[in-house]
């Protein structure tokens, strides 16, 4: 049975959760408490898979006692329930925060959230790894760029449209901002999938803010791990991202779905960051085994790790909050053959996308193999001759080889 710990100091709160959440008691154990302290105290003496607390607490604010949560109780869930929406509070809750929900919020949400949350924790099955994606709060970004956004958010004049171009070049620095425009914060109607947009919505002073106080974008030491390109990584990512949406276009999909698969094309390969920022040692072992037994990366990374690149991204961003297609794109895409779904989706268009930008560039560790059995069953095999043509456009003959 699922453990969960409700903190909030009003007592006429907690009594309202504790009717609302009757039905469940079955499935879930549920404690709850009134401050950040009693708490903690709590976490002592008993395991808990989630915490859900409230933002705005004398004593201890909810940013404060879900950052303490994650340096000491790393493996579990942190969920923000809140009716503030205070500027400072959001921006101190972003780094130890994993959902954010905005009160009033009804029994389904949260039991979605909840449940969501701890299905793709269950994705990594090793301890270790588990506590190691919990205790990410930013993606590594590229150096390079990491500068030039901070020069830019520096300048007097810096302007909103060329920040969100320069996010939108980076991996790390698009997950995290739109982490934080799509949650319950803001209140949109919609979902925002292009960084220039968030950038627009988020302003300039929260932008820096995240950038120059809260650090969310960090950087990564590429010399740590032997063979890492993080600029090869950009350019596939990239280009995956470009030839995903034209595929998807091509494949008529809704423009919802063409936004997801754009930003899945995008985040696929963020879980090789985590791997080469946090464990570049293992990460070191991983690419050697590559090389010494001719196997594929994500059956290296197993082999060696217990998990792929692919399901610690997407357990990452899962927790972030990003929409369900990207965060099933992130985990089917080399084995797009064990989802579910049966249907032309972000998912297809990435799986090809990312297959086909590896044939072009020339990369043969296996890791890019288009399965070709998947995509008769979906139905577009007779299409991947004309799409390894618009790949050829996108990746540039020059550069892919």
Request: glycine content about 6%; overall charge negative.
């Amino acid at each position: 049975m699922r453990r969960v710990l409700f903190v909030d100091d009003e007592p006429n709160v907690l009594a309202g959760l504790q009717r609302m959440l009757r039905p469940l008691r079955d499935e879930w154990s549920m404690a709850f408490v009134g401050s950040g302290k009693d708490a903690l105290a709590t976490l002592e003496k008993e395991r808990f898979d989630v915490v859900v607390s409230d933002m705005k607490m004398p004593d201890m604010h909810g940013a404060e006692l879900l950052t303490q949560i994650r340096d000491r109780y790393p493996n579990v869930v942190r969920i923000a329930l809140s009716g503030h929406s205070e500027r400072e509070m959001i921006l101190r809750s972003v780094g130890p925060t994993h959902f954010y929900l905005a009160k009033p919020c009804d029994a389904d949400t949260l039991k979605h959230a909840v449940a969501r949350a701890l299905a793709l924790r269950d994705l990594v099955a090793e301890d270790s790894l588990q506590q190691l994606v919990a205790h990410i709060s930013a993606l590594p970004s590229m150096p390079a760029l990491y500068t030039e956004i901070v020069e830019e958010l520096q300048s007097e004049d810096g302007s909103v449209k060329r920040v969100g171009d320069i996010i939108s070049k980076d991996v790390g620095m698009t997950a995290k901002v739109l982490q934080l425009v799509n949650s319950a914060f803001f209140g949109l109607r919609r979902h925002v999938s292009a960084p220039a947009q968030a950038v627009s919505l988020l302003g300039l002073e929260t932008v820096k803010a995240l950038v120059l106080s809260v650090h969310v974008f960090s950087q990564l030491d590429s010399a740590k791990v032997e063979g890492f390109s993080l600029d090869r990584l950009w350019q596939h990512s990239t280009a995956t991202g470009t030839l995903a949406k034209k595929i998807a276009a091509d494949g008529e999909l809704e423009t919802k779905d063409i936004d997801h698969t754009l930003m899945a094309g995008l985040l696929h390969d963020v879980g090789k960051l985590v791997l080469a920022a946090n464990v570049p040692e293992p990460y070191n072992q991983v690419l050697a085994t590559i090389k010494a037994d001719g196997i594929t990366q994500s059956e290296a990374e197993y082999r060696v790790l217990g998990a792929t690149h692919a399901d610690l991204g997407a357990y990452l961003l899962g927790l972030w909050g990003l929409p369900h297609p990207i965060v099933e794109t992130l985990a089917f895409h080399h084995r797009p053959d064990e989802c579910l779904a049966r249907s032309f989706a972000p998912l297809t268009a990435v799986h090809i996308a990312d297959a086909l930008e590896q044939e072009a560039y020339g990369e043969s560790d296996g890791v890019g193999t288009l399965n070709m059995d998947y995509v008769a069953g979906v139905g577009v095999a007779d299409r991947i001759d004309s799409w390894r043509d618009l790949c050829t456009e996108v990746v540039g003959v020059g550069d892919a080889k």
